[in-house]
C-alpha cells in the first residue's frame, strides 16, 4: 500500500490572478508535445504519443511494431524500447512539473528551461512480456527540487497488464 | 498518475473452503512479525517495529534515535537505515503476498518457503532530508513470479512528507 | 580502486579435451553475432556491430546518426539508445560467458539456452554527454548464477571518455 | 572487460607549487577518517574502518559481528549493512576526490564543502551470501562533476570473493 501524495510532492499552486491564460497554456501543451513527439528523434523513431500533457496526469501512448521487437522468439518488445519510453516520461512529468511551478511564466519561458534539463541516471524493472498492441507510459513526480527532480514510471498493455516499473533521477535547471 | 492495479500484480485468491483457519493465519502473521522484529538482528539493531502484516497493505514504523543519525550536522537518518528499511519492507510485502498465494498451506509451511528468500538488487531515491520522529514504511508488491518477485517501497514522516522511495528484486524460492 | 577480479567471477575453466573444436567455437560466435546484429530487430534499428564475442571481453560498437539523436538543441546521443545499448551488453557478457561455462556443447545446444534469457532489472547512469562518432560499450560479468545473472557495463566514445556506466541483473535459464 | 580510465574520470592535477603541505594533506586525511568512523554515528554502530582516504583508492573495513547479521539461519551480513557500507564508501570516495580537486585548499576549507553532501540515489546488487570475517568496501569514482558525483562501489570478504557491487548518485555542492 502507498501513502496518499502529500502536497510537498508537487509544486505550490499559483494564485488565478497571476496564472498564464487558458490560451497560454495550450501554447505550452502544444509545445511540449511537439518537443517529444517531434524534436526528440529518437522519440519518432519509437513512434510515442502524448496523450496527456497535463501537470500531475501526464500519458504517453507507444504502439506495437515489428522494427520494436526485442526477443527473436516471441514478438514482444525490446527493453531498450522500455526504457527509452520510461525515461522519455520521467523527464516529460517533470517538465510538466515546471509548467505548473512557474504557472506565471510565458510558453515560451517555461520552454527555455527545458534546455538545460538531462537524465542522471534510470532504473528499470521488467517485470512481464512486452506483449500487446498498444502500450501507455504514466509517471509521477517525486520530488521537484530546485536542481534535481525524481519521478517513478509505469508502463501498460491495453489490457491493463503492469509490464515494467521505472525510477529516474534528472537535473531540471 | 498511476494506473489502477490489476489482478495480476496479487496472487489469485485461494477459495474459502481451502484457506487456512483465522487461528492459522493468525499464527502466520504472528511468525511473520517475529521474523521481522527479532530474529532478523539488523532489524531489532534499528527498531523496525511491524504495523501490518496484511498482504498488500504491509507497514513497517521506525523511531528515531540517536545512533541511527547519518548527517553530523543535521541530526538526520542515515541513508543506511532508510535502505536497510526499505529492503526490509520489500522482502516483507513478498512474504505476506507468498502467505496468500499459498494460502491453503499452514503457517509453518508458508513460513518454511523464506529459507531461501533474499534480495538481488536494490534501488533506493533519497528524496528529502530523514527528519521526524516516526518514520513509516510500505511495499507495494509489482510482481510475485514462481522464483523473482519485484517490489515498489515507500519511507514517509509523521507529518506525510515522502523521505524516500525504493525498488527491489528478491528471490522468493 | 577495484579489486582484482577473483575466479568465482567467471565460469570454471573446462578441460581441453572435453571443449568444443576451434570450428564450433566459431559457429557460436557467428550465431551470437547474428543474433546480436540481425535477430534482435531494435539492435538493427540501432545499428549495433560486435567487436569481439570473446568471454570475458564482449565489445559492441555504435556509429552515431541523425535518428539516434536525444536532446534536439545538442545533437547528443538518446538516453534510449544507451540504456538500451548498455542492456543488449550485459546481456551478450552473460551468453558469451553461459558459452564458456558450458565449453563441452555445440554451439546450437548453447544458443538454444538463450531462448529463456531476458533482463529483470537494469541501472543506467548518464555521466557526460553521448557526443561523438563511434561509442564501444562493454561488459563486466560480475555473477553468473544457475538462475540469475550480473552484470556492469561501460560506453565510451572514440576518445576514450566515459558517457554512462549500467548495472544490469538477468534471468539466464 | 572495462575500458581504461581517461584522465577526465579524475580530477584535473593541481601543480605541486600550489598544493596543500604534506602536513595540511595528513589533517585532512585525519579529518576524513574521524567524519567517517565517529561523526557519522550510523557508521560507527556499523563498525567502519577507514584503510586508505587516498583519492582514487579508498578503502574501508568492517568486521563481521553477530548484530550484523541479516537472515536467521546463515549468519551473514545483512543487506542493510552492505548497502550502507556502499553508501558510505561513494561518499567517501567523492570527498577524496574532491580533496584532490581543490588541493589549493586547506583540510579546513575541504571539509567544509562536505556539509552539503549528499546520496541522490543508491543501487545496490547483492552478489553472493554476505559470510565472511572481514569485508573490504572499495569505490571508483566515475564522474566528479561541479553539482553531482557518481561512484561505482565494490564488497569483497577477506578471500576476494565479490559480495556486491552498487552504484551511487551524490549531490557534491
Redesign the interface.
Known amino acids: 500500500?502507498?501513502?496518499?501524495?502529500?502536497p510537498?510532492?508537487l509544486p505550490l499552486p499559483v494564485s488565478p490572478s497571476t496564472r498564464r491564460s487558458p490560451l497560454e497554456q495550450q501554447r505550452l501543451n502544444d509545445a511540449l508535445v511537439a518537443?517529444h513527439e517531434q524534436?526528440?528523434?529518437?522519440?519518432?523513431?519509437?513512434g510515442l504519443k502524448v496523450v496527456s500533457a497535463q501537470a500531475?496526469?501526464?500519458?504517453t501512448e507507444l504502439s506495437m511494431r515489428?522494427?520494436?521487437?526485442?526477443?527473436?522468439?516471441y514478438g514482444r518488445l525490446?527493453?531498450?524500447?522500455i526504457?527509452?519510453?520510461l525515461?522519455?516520461m520521467g523527464g516529460f512529468a517533470l517538465m510538466a512539473a515546471l509548467g505548473e511551478k512557474f504557472a506565471h511564466e510565458s510558453a515560451a519561458d517555461v520552454m527555455h528551461r527545458f534546455?538545460r534539463m538531462?537524465?542522471?541516471?534510470?532504473?528499470?524493472?521488467?517485470?512481464?512480456q512486452g506483449i500487446g498492441k498498444t502500450f501507455?507510459a504514466?509517471a509521477?513526480v517525486?520530488?521537484l527540487g530546485g536542481?534535481?527532480g525524481?519521478t517513478?514510471m509505469?508502463l501498460?498493455n491495453e489490457?491493463?497488464?503492469?509490464i515494467a516499473?521505472g525510477?529516474g533521477?534528472y537535473?531540471v535547471s
Not at 1 to 6: C, R
Open positions: 500500500m502507498t501513502p496518499a501524495p502529500t510537498t510532492h518537443l524534436q526528440i528523434a529518437f522519440n519518432h523513431v519509437l500531475g496526469a501526464v500519458r515489428p522494427d520494436l521487437v526485442g526477443h527473436y522468439l525490446h527493453g531498450g524500447v526504457s527509452a519510453t525515461d522519455t534546455a538531462g537524465t542522471i541516471d534510470l532504473r528499470v524493472d521488467y517485470l512481464r501507455t504514466t509521477e517525486t520530488r536542481r534535481i525524481s517513478m509505469r501498460v489490457e491493463g497488464v503492469l516499473t525510477c533521477t537535473v
